[in-house]
C-alpha cells in the first residue's frame, strides 16, 4: 500500500495562493488515481479535485474550477494541488488520497494522509 504525506497548507489571506504538495511512498505511485479531498469544521469530506494514474485525465469540482490545479510529477511520485485566488470557505483540511478505483468517488479512495489545514481569512 501507498503511504501519503502532505504539506504546504498555512495561513492566508484572500486572494492569496497556496501550493499543496502530497509526497507517496511506498507502492508505485503510477499505479493510483490521485485525489486532493477537503473537509470543513461540521461538513462533509468534499472531493477538490482529482488527477488519474496516466496524468491524462483530472475532474475539478466546479466550486473550485479555474481557481485550483492539479498536477502529478510521477518522477518525484508527489501530487500538486495549487490554489489560486483563495477564498475564506476554502477554510479546510485538506486531504491527499489514493485509488485504484473510480477517480471521483470519495468511497473508492482508501488510502489517505494525515491532512493540512489550510485557513483563509478576509
Known amino acids: 500500500q501507498v503511504q501519503l504525506v502532505e504539506s504546504g497548507g498555512g495561513l492566508v489571506q484572500a486572494g492569496d495562493s497556496l501550493r499543496l504538495s502530497c509526497v507517496a511512498s511506498?507502492?508505485?505511485?503510477?499505479?493510483?488515481?490521485m485525489g486532493w479531498f477537503r473537509q470543513a469544521p461540521g461538513k462533509e469530506r468534499e472531493i477538490v479535485a482529482a488527477i488519474s494514474w496516466s496524468g491524462y485525465r483530472w475532474y475539478t469540482a466546479d466550486s473550485v474550477k479555474g481557481r485550483f490545479t492539479i498536477s502529478r510529477d510521477s518522477a518525484k511520485n508527489t501530487v500538486y494541488l495549487q490554489m489560486n485566488s483563495l477564498k475564506p470557505e476554502d477554510t479546510a483540511v485538506y486531504y491527499c488520497a489514493a485509488t485504484r478505483g473510480s477517480l471521483t468517488s470519495v468511497k473508492a479512495y482508501d488510502t489517505w494522509g494525515q491532512g493540512t489545514q489550510v485557513t483563509v481569512s478576509s
Open positions: 511506498g507502492r508505485t505511485f503510477s499505479d493510483y488515481n
